[in-house]
């Protein structure tokens, strides 16, 4: 029973002690934050796109958190950009950092691919693009038809992939607003020093560690 009680206090002590660090002190560390001046909130196309996000599943195979080199030396030779800071997230709720990569990290695909042509054809048939690709197709979100309307947005499709029939693709609401969702993900934009001083580099060096060891040699 005398032991029990140290004991007790010491495993309080570090659920406590873990508490304040993990959550307590982050926490209070973003409440102040402010998003990049390059950084603009999302539309209300882009935020209705970002919830198709969501339900279909994006999130299951494609992240959207760049890495640094201290982390991984592939991110930014595959032209990912940049790896992320807390400032990219800031209009995000919920974060969708994701933690699988069946498919590319998509943080920053409004600036690498920045056709709505492209990601259209890409939503409906991904083999039209690469006949290698393993993403599932979504043609739920677009509807044929005999003759496309002034307003609709025709999908372009290589001929093998076109209706038989001689019907045309358009793109319902849904993939437009999709679409403009992904097109919005660009944080290429050079990040602060403030913003780099809050992320996790991996093993690189931070500034102050690299001018400690270099005054040590």
């Not at 029973?1 to 973003?30: E, S």
């Not at 992320?84 to 800031?90: R, V």
């Not at 602060?192 to 102050?208: A, N």
Request: hydrophobic share 35%; aromatic share 10%; with cysteine.
């Amino acid at each position: 029973m005398n032991k029990l009680l140290p004991l007790l206090i010491g495993a309080i002590g570090v659920l406590l002690l873990a508490t304040l660090m993990i959550v307590i002190l982050p926490a209070w560390q973003m409440r102040t934050a402010e998003p990049p001046e390059q950084l603009e909130p999302y539309t209300d196309q882009q935020v209705l796109g970002r919830r198709q996000y969501v339900a279909n599943g994006c999130v299951y195979c494609h992240s959207q958190q760049p890495r640094s080199t201290g982390q991984t030396l592939f991110d930014g030779a595959r032209g990912w950009g940049r790896a992320s800071t807390p400032g990219d997230y800031f209009y995000d709720a919920p974060h969708l950092l994701g933690t699988m990569r069946t498919g590319p990290d998509l943080l920053n695909i409004g600036a690498r691919i920045t056709s709505r042509d492209w990601h259209l054809t890409h939503l409906y048939q991904p083999r039209a693009i690469f006949d290698w690709s393993i993403m599932p197709s979504y043609p739920y979100m677009f509807e044929e038809k005999d003759e496309a309307s002034p307003n609709d947005v025709v999908v372009r499709l290589p001929a093998e992939f076109q209706p038989a029939d001689g019907k045309v693709v358009v793109a319902r609401k849904e993939a437009l607003n999709l679409v403009d969702y992904l097109l919005s993900l660009d944080r290429t934009y050079p990040a602060s020093e403030e913003e780099l001083q809050k992320r996790d580099r991996g093993y690189e060096d931070r500034p102050e560690t690299a001018e400690v060891a270099a005054n040590a040699r």
